[in-house]
């Protein structure tokens, strides 16, 4: 069986696990501390970053993008790209966008929250966060507020890639105790909540809540 490394708080990590859920493509998820560059992690993947999804015959592919178009050659139905040209470049647009600029604001926050009050032993800087979301928040979601879809699907209204790829981001916001702001946000908040209320998202929690209780306690991923 296949065998998906990296930890389940990643958003890269979770946004391959949802493509393989809704692929319905059976995997065995493994831990891996994405900080820590063991020889073995390296093997697997000389930048050390996740996820890395591990083949039946021992083979290695890495990078969620590049793993999410892996899977939908493999398992084309149901489709999580569109065939349209101009819809598929729309759906690796809003991809990128979440891979880049949302992970990065919505990591910060997690960090925040999470990671540097147990490795610095200090509370959580509640001001610090707010500043941070005041000023770095409402360019990148107004934007998602303006294109936020009534249904499940951002890109032509049919749910995929594009989807997982902006809630996937956001999710970490959840697991901070800081979720997104339904007052300010509403479209974009009621879509997420849409998106990651799907059976395949839904999979994943258990894995991603025990994996930020061992972050909060410890300050570092959960390995095995």
Not at 32 to 43: E, G, V, W
Not at 115 to 120: H, L, S
């Amino acid at each position: 069986m296949r065998k998906l490394h990296g930890p389940a708080t990643s958003p890269f990590v979770r946004k391959t696990w949802i493509a393989l859920k809704e692929k319905g493509i059976p995997f065995e998820h493994r831990q891996l501390d994405p900080l820590a560059k063991t020889a073995s992690f390296l093997k697997m993947n000389p930048l050390g970053r996740v996820p890395i999804l591990e083949e039946e015959d021992g083979d290695y592919l890495c990078d969620s993008s590049a793993i999410c178009d892996y899977l939908e050659h493999i398992q084309p139905d149901p489709p999580l790209y569109p065939a349209d040209p101009r819809d598929r470049a729309k759906a690796l647009w809003y991809e990128e966008y979440g891979d880049t600029l949302l992970t990065q604001i919505c990591a910060r926050v997690f960090w925040m929250h999470i990671i540097i009050p147990v490795r610095t032993g200090t509370p959580v800087d509640a001001a610090e966060v707010a500043a941070f979301i005041d000023e770095h928040f409402p360019p990148a979601l107004g934007y998602l507020e303006r294109q936020a879809p009534e249904g499940d699907g951002i890109v032509a209204g049919r749910f995929g890639i594009a989807d997982i790829s902006l809630a996937s981001p956001v999710r970490l916001l959840d697991l901070a105790g800081a979720p997104l702001d339904a007052g300010r946000w509403p479209r974009f908040e009621a879509y997420y909540r849409r998106i990651i209320g799907r059976p395949s998202a839904q999979s994943i929690v258990q894995a991603e809540v025990a994996a930020t209780e061992v972050f909060r306690t410890t300050g570092n991923a959960p390995v095995e």
